[in-house]
């Protein structure tokens, strides 16, 4: 796990660390020290850590103007020992809804499992973004089929094409309308 970067190819365009509205403003990483982890596994020093014990995660864009997010994740998604989404949506997201942000594209390809509690900060995260939505891109689909089995997925969009999105081979603004066009075909 410890090869796993966050995504760096955009970095020429967005750095959180360097975006004074961003929670990671000012963040320091290590090049070298590998010091955090998931379980008993060494994780990339580039990925943030936001409270959880299992999950992290990397803002690889924000773009303040059309209102979106990219954020990359890696590890386990425990809301059953650890709230990860509490601590994620007090921690994180609240100061991101606050600066203006209501679309959030959440990549999942590194996270290997989900465990609910229940929806109520879902509900909450959903409510507050308003006229925005909440999308998981590439999440595995034994994490999908635990969001829906939990009714977690009335409040992030998953599945169909937001399954296979290539979205590496994209420029932030052209993967955000790619998930734009995805979520309006679904809404009409």
Not at 100 to 126: A, M, P, R, T
Request: charged share 25%; proline share 2%; glycine share 4%.
């Amino acid at each position: 796990m410890h090869d796993i970067e966050p995504y760096y190819k955009w970095r020429d365009d967005y750095v959180a660390a360097d975006d004074k509205r961003s929670p990671f403003y000012h963040t320091q990483y290590s090049e070298f020290t590998f010091d955090k982890q998931i379980y008993n596994y060494y994780i990339h020093p580039q990925w943030d850590f936001f409270g959880s014990q299992t999950l992290y995660m990397k803002v690889i864009y924000a773009d303040y103007e059309l209102g979106y997010c990219i954020i990359e994740f890696i590890g386990e998604w425990n809301d059953t020992l650890h709230n990860d989404i509490m601590l994620l949506k007090r921690e994180i997201l609240e100061l991101m809804i606050d600066s203006g942000l209501n679309k959030f594209l959440l990549i999942g390809e590194n996270v290997l499992n989900f465990h609910s509690s229940d929806d109520c900060y879902y509900e909450e995260w959903f409510q507050d973004v308003e006229d925005g939505w909440i999308a998981g891109i590439n999440f595995r689909d034994h994490v999908i089929n635990e969001f829906k089995r939990n009714n977690i997925d009335y409040y992030i969009n998953f599945g169909g094409a937001l399954d296979d999105i290539n979205w590496r081979n994209l420029k932030p603004a052209q993967f955000f309308k790619l998930v734009e066009e995805q979520l309006t075909k679904r809404l009409t």
